[in-house]
C-alpha cells in the first residue's frame, strides 16, 4: 500500500500577500468617493465658518441643499452622457452647444405650437441625431474625436444663432416650464430626473453588457475587436447617448430659463468633463464611476454656490476650478505609478 506525500513549499517562498482595502486596486473608486465627500465635508466646514449667520438658520440650509442639487441637476445629466464617452476612450467637446441647439430648435414657434410633448421629442431627436453626426465622424470617419467634436460645437452654435435669429426664445408651455418650477414632496422636480438619470446610468455601466464593452473598447480598442466587439458601431452608441443626456438637459435648462438661446449651455463641456474626472473617470478611457461624476458634479456645484452666498467672483471661481482639474489630472497620472509603488512598500 502506498501513501501519497504532498510536497512542502520550499522553504524560501513567501506566502501571497494579502492586501488590505485601501491597497487594493478593486476599491480604489470607494476611496475616491470617500476623498469626495471629505471635500464636500470641508466645504460644509468651509461654509459654516465664512457665513455662521446663515448656516444657524435651519430653513436656510435646507433650502440650499435643494438649491445646490437644482444647480448640479442639468450640468449632472449631461456628465453621465460624458462619462460614458471618457470611459469608452473618446471626448465629447460639443455638449454644450448641444444643449443649446436642442433648447432652441424645441423653443421656436413651429415647434411650441406641437405643445410640450412635441418640444420634448424635438429636444430629444436633436439631441440625439447631433450625437449620431459626432459618432459618424468619430468611428466611420476616422476624425479625432477632439477635432469632429471641436467642429460641431462651433457648427451646433452657429446653427442656433441661425434658428432663433440671435434672439432669446420665450418658452411659452406652461408644461415646460413647471418642471424646475414644482417640486413632489418637498424635492424639486429637477433632482428627481437628475436621479432617474444618474440610476439609468449606473445600470446601464454596471448591469449590462453595454457597459462591459464600454470599459473593454476605451481599455483596449484593439483586444475589445478581437473579441467580436463591433468598436465602431459601440462608439456611435456612445455619442448618441452622450447627445440623448444633452437633449433631456435641453429640456432641463429651459425650463429653468423659461427661454432658450444659443448662448446657453456655455462651457457645460468643460464642466463635465471636469466633474468626470475628479470622480474617477481616465481621460485615457476604460475607467470610471456614475456615482463618482455626480459627486464631482456636486462638489462643483458646492463650489459656485459656497462662492455665491460670499459674493466672491465668478473670475475667482473659474481659477479654482481650473486649479480642481489640475490636480485630478495630475492624481491621475501619477496614482499607477508613485502612488502604487508607495502603497506596494508600506
Known amino acids: 500500500m502506498t501513501t501519497?506525500?504532498?510536497?512542502?513549499?520550499?522553504?524560501?517562498?513567501?506566502?501571497?500577500?494579502?492586501r488590505s482595502w485601501w491597497r487594493d486596486d478593486a476599491s480604489e473608486p470607494l476611496r475616491r468617493n470617500l476623498a469626495l465627500f471629505a471635500v464636500l465635508i470641508l466645504l460644509i466646514i468651509i461654509g459654516i465658518a465664512t457665513r455662521p449667520d446663515l448656516y444657524s438658520d435651519s430653513t436656510w440650509v435646507r433650502n440650499n441643499i435643494f438649491t445646490i442639487l437644482e444647480l448640479a441637476s442639468v450640468i449632472g445629466v449631461v456628465t453621465v452622457g460624458m462619462t460614458f464617452v471618457i470611459i469608452g476612450g473618446g471626448i465629447d467637446l460639443s455638449v454644450g452647444a448641444i444643449v443649446a441647439l436642442a433648447g432652441v430648435w424645441s423653443t421656436t414657434l413651429a415647434t411650441q405650437?406641437?405643445?410640450?410633448?412635441?418640444?420634448?421629442?424635438?429636444?430629444?431627436?436633436?439631441?440625439?441625431?447631433?450625437?449620431?453626426?459626432?459618432?459618424?465622424?468619430?468611428?466611420?470617419?476616422?476624425?479625432v474625436a477632439f477635432i469632429a467634436t471641436l467642429a460641431i460645437l462651433v457648427a451646433a452654435r452657429g446653427l442656433a444663432a441661425q434658428i432663433s435669429g440671435k434672439q432669446t426664445q420665450v418658452s411659452t408651455n406652461t408644461f415646460i416650464n413647471d418642471i424646475a418650477a414644482n417640486d413632489l414632496l418637498g424635492i424639486p422636480l429637477l433632482v428627481y430626473i437628475l436621479a432617474a438619470v444618474v440610476a439609468a446610468g449606473w445600470v446601464l455601466l454596471n448591469r449590462t453588457t453595454f457597459g462591459r464593452r464600454t470599459v473593454a473598447v476605451g481599455g483596449n480598442v484593439e483586444a475589445a475587436r478581437l473579441a467580436g466587439i463591433n468598436v465602431k458601431r459601440h462608439t456611435l452608441l456612445l455619442y448618441a447617448l452622450s447627445g440623448l443626456c444633452c437633449g433631456i438637459a435641453a429640456i432641463m435648462l429651459t425650463s429653468q430659463a423659461t427661454s432658450a438661446q444659443a448662448a446657453m449651455a456655455n462651457l457645460y463641456e468643460l464642466d463635465a468633463i471636469a466633474a468626470a474626472i475628479i470622480g474617477g473617470t481616465l481621460l485615457s478611457g476604460g475607467r470610471g464611476t456614475i456615482i463618482g461624476s455626480l459627486l464631482g458634479v456636486i462638489v462643483f456645484a458646492t463650489i459656485t454656490n459656497l462662492f455665491a452666498i460670499n459674493n466672491l467672483s465668478t473670475e475667482v471661481q473659474n481659477m479654482v476650478k481650473g486649479g480642481i482639474i489640475v490636480a485630478a489630472v495630475l492624481v491621475q497620472q501619477f496614482r499607477y505609478k508613485s502612488l502604487s509603488q508607495l502603497f506596494n512598500r508600506a
Open 4 to 18: 501519497t506525500q504532498t510536497a512542502a513549499p520550499p522553504a524560501n517562498e513567501k506566502p501571497a500577500e494579502t
Open 113 to 143: 405650437s406641437y405643445g410640450a410633448g412635441g418640444m420634448i421629442f424635438c429636444a430629444l431627436a436633436v439631441g440625439i441625431g447631433v450625437g449620431v453626426v459626432n459618432g459618424i465622424l468619430i468611428a466611420y470617419g476616422r476624425l
